[in-house]
């Protein structure tokens, strides 16, 4: 795995959310196209727990307290329980990108440590750190499995920034009509 490409991929997916949240609404921000799915705002404060609950918190033990038991999480019940949709768009965002900085420069220390040793020894050691499992309740998970999948979770919810972006221009033209665009 290109680590460092990874690490940098998170920051620009950090700025790419940014990008996308930019200039909405109140409204637009608390909109859902339906009960069942997520507003921005929902999505943005689920990235925010996610940051600092899940996927660093999980990393960290899988690379660092392997004895520890791996601590339940409620993402989808998050989004009531936190009353996600009740809070401030613009801070949101800031919580979620100040400790996305911080868990960029946890991951740099921990990708100058991997680029030290494998300098120092071969490269199969330093990369031996990422294959370090734990047997989490649904199956084994490497250290490697985490950081690409944190990567990957910020993709996923930039494509439903998207949806909700479109879907919500959809709706607000009304009774204009967007085919003329191309299909979605």
């Known amino acids: 795995m290109d680590l460092q490409g990874?690490?940098?991929?998170?920051?620009?997916?950090?700025?790419?959310?940014?990008?996308?949240v930019a200039g909405c609404s109140d409204q637009q921000a608390r909109w859902k196209p339906d009960r069942a799915s997520w507003s921005i705002l929902e999505v943005i404060n689920h990235l925010l727990d996610e940051e600092r609950e899940d996927f660093r918190a999980r990393l960290e033990?899988?690379?660092?307290h392997r004895d520890g038991a791996w601590f339940p999480i409620d993402p989808q019940g998050w989004v009531v329980a936190r009353e996600y949709n009740q809070r401030k768009l613009e801070s949101s965002l800031e919580s979620f990108l100040?400790?996305?900085?911080?868990?960029?420069a946890w991951l740099r220390g921990l990708v100058s440590e991997a680029t030290a040793v494998s300098e120092a020894t071969a490269v199969?050691?330093?990369?031996?750190?990422w294959d370090v499992a734990y047997q989490a309740p649904f199956g084994r998970m490497r250290a490697g499995?985490?950081?690409a999948a944190w990567a990957a979770h910020d993709v996923l919810h930039m494509r439903q920034l998207v949806?909700?972006?479109?879907?919500?221009?959809?709706?607000?033209?009304?009774?204009?009509?967007?085919?003329?665009?191309?299909?979605?």
């Open 61 to 64: 033990l899988v690379l660092y």
């Open 98 to 104: 100040v400790a996305r900085a911080e868990s960029l």
């Open 6 to 20: 990874v690490v940098s991929q998170m920051d620009h997916n950090a700025q790419a959310i940014q990008s996308l």
């Open 124 to 129: 199969s050691e330093a990369t031996a750190a």
């Open 145 to 147: 499995d985490i950081l």
């Open 163 to 184: 949806e909700l972006k479109w879907q919500y221009l959809v709706e607000v033209v009304k009774p204009y009509k967007v085919e003329y665009a191309g299909e979605w």
